[in-house]
């Protein structure tokens, strides 16, 4: 689970299952679902969303540095169906939207090396 959002008086944290495959040139991390606990507001959110994540993850050198490269394919949609966000402009839900949604990948970037450490 990711830290939980508060946003107006909505509240709602991320829930990712994941999968973690190592193979001999790479680690293969799927996301096998994605839901929103907290307000009941929110939770009916999952019947409108869906997501699709694949994450190539291998050590890589350059100028003697190691470092962990990424190749990620992420699908999201979401269908926004909760007023207020309903009776506003679809750039002013999508823009914002789209920045904490960058924020969250963020932090899935950060975590995964520690899940892959968990998982070998």
């Known amino acids: 689970m990711l830290p939980q959002i508060k946003f107006f008086n909505f509240e709602v944290a991320p829930v990712l299952d994941l999968q973690v495959t190592p193979t001999s040139e790479d680690c293969i991390v799927e996301m096998l679902s994605c839901k929103f606990e ?31 490269a990424f190749d990620v394919k992420l699908n999201l949609a979401l269908e926004i169906c909760t007023q207020p966000f309903t ?24 975590y995964t090396p520690l899940l892959l450490y968990v998982q070998l």
């Not at 869906?50 to 100028?63: C, G, L, P, Q, Y």
């Not at 789209?98 to 990948?105: A, D, M, T």
């Open 87 to 110: 009776m506003l402009p679809v750039s002013a839900v999508e823009s914002p939207g789209n920045i904490h949604v960058q924020n969250k990948l963020h932090l899935i970037k950060f």
């Open 38 to 68: 907290g307000s009941d507001v929110m939770e009916r959110q999952n019947e409108h969303f869906s997501a699709f994540m694949r994450n190539h993850i291998k050590w890589e050198t350059v100028d003697a540095r190691p470092y962990l």
